[in-house]
């Protein structure tokens, strides 16, 4: 017997003992059901499918709320005894739902009192007077421990409900209700779940009908339960929220609760265009009909709101954050696109400007990330910063970008303010010089690196030597940590360890990090057997950028060769010092001259003939990367 000791008096165990012999809670519902829930049902439909955590159900949400249904106390001249029969008869005694009786009257705690029939039981309490208890929603209040479980003694009877064309039935107790349905069976609602869902119902967004008990997120201390409208969450630090539609939809995507998310904050609110948003512990989710449910956060988030919103220029967003090149991510809206890259916020690029970026390849070209928002200037023109140069609008010349190499020059003039005004051109190659047209002049600059060759001091060092020659063209005769510059000091095991190695690994992309390391800076990235396209961008983009690229090839035994070399099988990394639009030429320093074979210190050659001999193709068939190009990024 799951109920409290019966009294202690012998007279009292006389009478109960036979009535109580044969009856428990667990088997006191064998007739048949009336058109009340069933016990089946609420078995099988208890838990949705769409449930983001398995978990019993346990202590409620909060602890025990202000019952916000019950029924008026009974008048205090009706007896226990009377109360429970009344009641009895008024459900159709012998012949109504709960039948014949099983028990006599059987005490329980705090001077209530139960009595078993073949269809159910009733409870009086002098509260709340008598109301019974049969079925699917006695099933659900027995998981819960009946009276001695959070939910109380029952305050009400059970009372028929349709929502949205799902019948079913409730019953209040003093510490939350019981649902029942046709398409969720039974379960208990509770604590600030209740609170929400009855005010969800009282402002006309009803839940529907409960679809499974209360859940606990126990790693995070929140609780959920899903209804066939949607879930409500709480959080004891975000409060009870719905969650429905596109918008939960979405979220369930992201991983529910233990998503990027996390937990609602507010409530699904209308704004621009009969949109919807919902705030949430990691970001805002929206809703559009033209445009779909999308998640902004982070910074994305306070760029969007620098904007306005949904109700700025941006609109609504039409994708989730993508990650791309560097470790960055972008986010297209209705009026533009959004970009993040880590060390920097977030900014938009829009209309003729974005037109343009497009024309460098977006964040992957020699552009790069956005450092600004798109800026007024001179004659009604704009300009927005980016990480490899300048874009310019103005309504004469159109939209154009500056890149790094020409825009030093272009300041000394003054931008688009002096006298030069905005670009009229993209910058274009005219032999090895880098030219750009503007409203009233040309700038151009030689794309020749005033490199100081060196000789490696050993067979293995041209990663080190090659590593050297930049390092000192560029003006960094000291590392990020304090080295001092120097063929060894490169070849260290801190930065290319090459003494490590034997040999400078391109597999371990050791070229990349020692010169990365060395800088402070992620300044070059790696290419393995590249394009002929991409070594012409990585050169030309390199020089951009001032910094030279490197590249790694490898030669045959049998095959072609350059610059005097033997016909042998090697690997060998050497430095471009130039290039020549006209010939489609790079020039480049090798550091084995002298020292391993002759040759000259900076020789010329052919940029698709040098690629796709000696750049394109593993020679050495042991699984292992070998070739390719070391490009500025």
């Known amino acids: 017997m799951k109920h409290s000791s019966i009294a202690s008096t012998c007279a009292v165990s006389a009478l109960f003992a036979l009535a109580l012999a044969p009856t428990t809670h667990a088997d006191s519902s064998s007739a048949s059901p009336s058109p009340s829930p069933s016990v089946s049902t609420a078995a099988s439909e208890a838990t949705p499918s769409t449930s983001p955590t398995a978990s019993a159900h346990a202590t409620p949400s909060e602890a025990a709320p202000t019952t916000t249904t019950i029924t008026a106390p009974p008048p205090t001249s009706i007896s226990p005894a009377d109360a429970i029969r009344q009641r009895w008869q008024d459900m159709g005694g012998e012949n109504g739902v709960l039948g014949t009786a ?20 009733i409870y009086w309490t002098a509260q709340y007077g008598a ?237 790069g990330y956005p450092s600004s928002d798109e800026t007024p200037s001179a004659n009604g023109g704009v300009y927005q910063i980016f990480q490899g140069g300048t874009a310019y609008w103005s309504p004469r010349s159109g939209s154009h970008a500056v890149p790094l ?109 020692g010169m990365n390391r060395w800088l402070g800076r992620d300044a070059y990235t790696t290419i393995h057997t590249p394009s002929v396209e991409q070594v012409r961008y990585s050169v030309k983009s390199s020089f951009s950028k001032g910094l030279p690229t490197a590249v790694d090839a490898q030669e045959r035994r049998g095959g072609p060769h350059y610059n005097g070399h033997p016909n042998s099988t090697f690997s060998h990394i050497m430095v471009v010092t130039s290039y020549d639009a006209n010939t489609d030429s790079m020039r480049i320093a090798d550091p084995g001259v002298h020292y391993l074979w002759g040759g000259e210190e900076q020789f010329w050659y052919h940029l698709p003939s040098f690629t796709q001999n000696f750049l394109q193709t593993e020679v050495e068939r042991d699984g292992r990367e070998h070739i390719g190009i070391y490009s500025a990024r």
């Not at 059987?106 to 139960?114: H, N, S, T």
Request: glycine fraction near 16%; include cysteine.
């Open 102 to 121: 099983t028990s006599e009257l059987v005490p329980l705690r705090d001077g209530a009192f139960i009595q078993f029939y073949r269809g159910g039981q």
């Open 405 to 513: 190499d020409l825009l030093a020059e272009y300041g000394n003039h003054g931008y688009e303010r002096g006298h030069l005004g905005y670009p009229t051109s993209e910058p274009y190659w005219d032999g090895n010089r880098h030219k750009q047209n503007f409203e009233h002049g040309v700038l151009e600059k030689t794309n020749d690196f005033n490199i100081t060759w060196a000789g490696q001091p050993n067979n293995y060092f041209c990663g080190p030597t090659s590593g050297w020659m930049i390092l000192n063209a560029i003006g960094a005769p000291h590392s990020a940590q304090g080295t001092r510059l120097s063929i060894d000091a490169v070849a260290s095991r801190d930065y290319m360890n090459t003494v490590g190695y034997g040999y400078t690994s391109f597999h371990d992309r050791r070229f990349e990090y």
């Open 131 to 367: 109301h019974a208890s049969r079925d699917g929603i006695h099933s659900a209040y027995s998981a819960q421990k009946w009276e001695n479980g959070p939910l109380g003694f029952p305050t009400s009877d059970e009372e028929n409900q349709t929502i949205a064309g799902i019948r079913g039935a409730l019953q209040s107790y003093e510490n939350g209700q019981i649902r029942w349905s046709s398409q969720g069976g039974a379960h208990p609602i509770w604590g600030k779940i209740l609170e929400r869902y009855e005010t969800a119902e009282a402002e006309g967004r009803s839940l529907g009908w409960p679809l499974s008990d209360e859940m606990k997120d126990a790693a995070n201390g929140g609780a959920y339960q899903h209804f066939t409208g949607g879930s409500i969450y709480f959080h004891p630090s975000t409060g009870a929220h719905r969650v429905t539609g596109g918008i939960r939809n979405l979220w369930e995507a992201q991983g529910w609760e233990r998503g990027q998310m996390g937990y609602p904050t507010g409530e699904e609110t209308t704004t621009a265009g009969g949109g919807v948003y919902q705030t949430f512990q990691g970001g805002t989710a929206y809703w559009h009909p033209r445009t779909g449910t999308y998640y902004v956060h982070d910074a994305m988030l306070g760029a969007y709101g620098r904007a306005g919103y949904e109700w700025g220029r941006y609109g609504y967003p039409l994708s989730n954050e993508t990650p791309s090149a560097n470790g960055g991510v972008f986010q297209i809206f209705q009026g533009g696109t959004a970009y993040w890259h880590p060390g920097s916020d977030s900014y938009f690029v829009h209309d003729a400007i974005f037109n343009t970026y497009g024309f460098y390849n977006w964040e992957r070209g020699e552009l």
